[in-house]
Every structure is written in C-alpha cells, then in structure tokens.
C-alpha cells in the first residue's frame, strides 16, 4: 500500500534554480516528516525533518513546507548546485511507527 | 565516528542459489534495520531489530528470508532459494532510537539475480 505520494519522479534544474519536490500522504497518524538524499552507491542520508505542528521549517538553502489541511509537504532547494544532483525521498512515520519512503525524485542540476 | 559497514558491496548469483550479506551498525545503536531497495523505488523495509529482538519483520519473505542478530550488534541477512525479483540493493541502517527519526544507513549491497 503507497501511503506517501511524492512527484516528480525527475527534475532538472539549472544551477542556481529553485528545485520543488512534493509529496502527499493519507496516514493521519504520520507525526514525523523526513526528507533523505541519496547519491550513487551510497545509502539514503537525512537532510532535513519537519513535525505537522509548524508550517515551515528552513535549514541552509533547504526548506520544508508543510500544509497539515491539504495531506501535503514540499522540499525547496534554494540556489540550487550541481553537488546537489541526487535522489531525494520524503517519508513519513507515525508515532512508534515504521518509516515509510516515497518513491523518489531524481534531481539533476546543470552547471 | 564510523559509519554503517555492509559486505560485500555486490553480489552476482543464479536464481535459486542462497546469499548472504553482513552488517555492522554505529558503536552503540541498538536499533538496526534492513531495506530492499528496488531500482527506480524507495527503500522498503524488511526487518527491524531492538538489540538482538525482532521488532518488526511483517514485510519479510519468511519462506526466503531470513535475519538474524545473534549478539545485538552486527547483523546477517540470508536469502534462499533466490528469485529474478530479488535483484535490489539491500540497504543495513541503524538508530539510537526506536522510533526511526533519524536512520544512519550504509551503503548497501547491490544483488543481481540471473
């Protein structure tokens, strides 16, 4: 069962751009809300997290927009770099529970 | 600190052969996790472990797979018989945590079967 919705599947960006990535869950009782980076041959790395309790949350050139209403959240790469080409997934977990990935966004920004 | 280490980084098999791969979580992490991770799709997971007890393994192919943690540290995870679709990378990853907020994963071990 897909329970965490995310588009698009690619994205190209050139440098310096706005990337946006979105993704849409069902689950009510997903509290937690991770975005990973994952380049080739590696394993997944946690880029930033948000909870539903704020709207927004900034880390660097990466924000988070979550809207609770509408079941959506959003990652956007400010200024984006071609050391940012990767694949981005969000997730989501509800308390005690088990992470759950969508399906990915390959990234590539052009120099 | 180290990070996640896995072996081998491939593995080549025929279908209906057995493999294993191996596992050693951060110093001190008594969660570990292990996720298949089809090309083109996002990490599902198999198997989660709390030290040495099986949290859940509701998504695991028990008539194939099977996992271990014998020592609540390092991990194995064995397939047989193997099947076409089981060609994925499967991805180790542990927490401090139980409840899965922030996962250090390794770099997997990417299985192609013939």
């Not at chain 2, 193997?82 to 139980?98: G, I, P």
């Amino acid at each position: 069962q897909q329970q965490v919705k995310q588009s698009p599947q690619s994205l190209i960006v050139q440098k310096g751009g706005i990337s946006i990535i979105n993704c849409a869950y069902e689950n009510t009782a997903f509290d937690y809300f991770p975005w990973y980076q994952q380049f080739p041959g590696k394993g997944p790395a946690l880029l930033i997290a948000i909870r539903p309790d704020v709207s927004e949350k900034k880390e660097g050139r990466f924000t988070i927009s979550f809207n609770k209403s509408a079941k959506q959240f959003s990652l956007h790469i400010m200024d984006s770099q071609p050391g940012d080409s990767a694949t981005y997934f969000c997730a989501a977990i509800p308390l005690d529970g088990k992470l759950t990935f969508g399906q990915g966004t390959i990234l590539t920004v052009h120099p | 600190e180290a990070g996640v280490a896995q072996s081998p980084r491939y593995k080549i098999i025929e279908k209906r052969q057995s493999v294993a791969f191996w596992c050693n979580p951060i110093s001190g992490h008594a969660t570990l996790y292990w996720y298949q991770q089809i090309l083109g799709q996002g990490p599902k997971l198999l198997i989660q472990f709390q030290n040495n007890g099986v949290v859940d393994d509701s998504q695991l192919p028990k008539d194939r797979f099977s996992a271990e943690r014998l020592k609540g540290v390092d991990s194995t995870l064995k397939i047989q018989p193997a099947k076409l679709e089981d060609s994925a990378v499967y991805l180790c990853a542990s927490s401090s945590r139980v409840t899965n907020e922030k996962l250090f994963f390794g770099s997997g071990t990417q299985l192609s079967v013939l």
